[in-house]
């Protein structure tokens, strides 16, 4: 059973970067396509970035295109969502999920998710 974890998320300013981090501590997830997703209250789920197997080919979403980088050490187990330049529309609650297919991450059903994380930015 994968169990994904993710780093503290936190407040940060208009214009700055965060870094969030996903892991399992008992399973590898180098047989996984990975994603990050985030959700506002009142709206649905959102699928924001994602990443193969190999860490070659990455997609996401206009909205963070230039802005937030997605990425996996498969030395550490870990992927990581790199966020600069960040606006306030960016708060959200941001989730980790994975898959062993690359379809069900970029189209928002991914078998397993991360228990969630805040990020606030402020203006």
């Known amino acids: 059973q994968v169990q994904l974890a993710e780093s503290r998320g936190g407040l940060v300013l208009a214009g700055g970067s965060l870094r969030l981090s996903c892991a399992d501590s008992?399973?590898?997830?180098?047989?996984?396509?990975m994603g990050w997703f985030r959700q506002v209250p009142g709206k649905e789920r959102e699928f924001v970035v994602a990443?193969?197997?190999?860490?070659?080919?990455?997609y996401g979403v206009d909205s963070v295109k230039g802005r937030f980088t997605i990425s996996r050490d498969s030395a550490k187990n870990t992927v990581y969502l790199q966020m600069n330049s960040l606006k306030p529309e960016d708060t959200a609650v941001y989730y980790c999920a994975a898959d062993v297919m690359w379809r069900p991450v970029v189209t928002g059903i991914p078998n397993y998710w991360g228990q969630g994380t805040q990020v606030t930015v402020s203006s």
């Open positions: 008992g399973r590898a997830l180098s047989g996984y396509v």
């Open positions: 990443i193969d197997w190999s860490g070659g080919i990455t």
